[in-house]
């Protein structure tokens, strides 16, 4: 097994796991997954928050916004890895509730940044963007109040 295969092999689980918590309302495992030391940043489909104290509470506001997760699939495009660094390229899938409406299906495409920190990778960069047309409907959920 290769550098970027023991990689994939040890972080997919975690993320899948991160994921599904985080869309049915528990942002707990994605902060344990995420680096807390800036810079990190996130360009997303409706946030753009840069350094840890911005990060932190849109976590914690999304994890509001989600429930009832029926499916959080994440097929990779491509990966590599680094002495320090390793970035993950992926085309992700998820059904959730958002905002209390009935469950949703959306693709995001996705780019993740990982460090390692003594000795263990954590994410601090996050791109992802709506590959279809629900960019407008999963917009609008996300930011209304």
Known sequence: MNDTQQFLAEMMPRIHEAETALHNGDAG???AMWSHTDPVTVY???FSPIGWAEVAPMF???ATRF????SCEWEVVAADVGDDFAYL???ERTTASIGGSEPTSYMLRSTTIFRRED???KIVHRHA???DDTAGLLSRRLTKS
Do not use: H
Request: proline share 9%; glycine share 10%; net charge negative.
């Open 60 to 62: 914690d506001d999304l």
């Open 44 to 46: 997303g489909a409706a």
């Open 129 to 131: 963007d709506p590959v």
């Open 89 to 91: 390229l992926a085309i």
């Open 29 to 31: 495992p994605r902060f």
């Open 119 to 121: 000795g263990e990778w």
């Open 67 to 70: 429930s009832d997760c029926s």
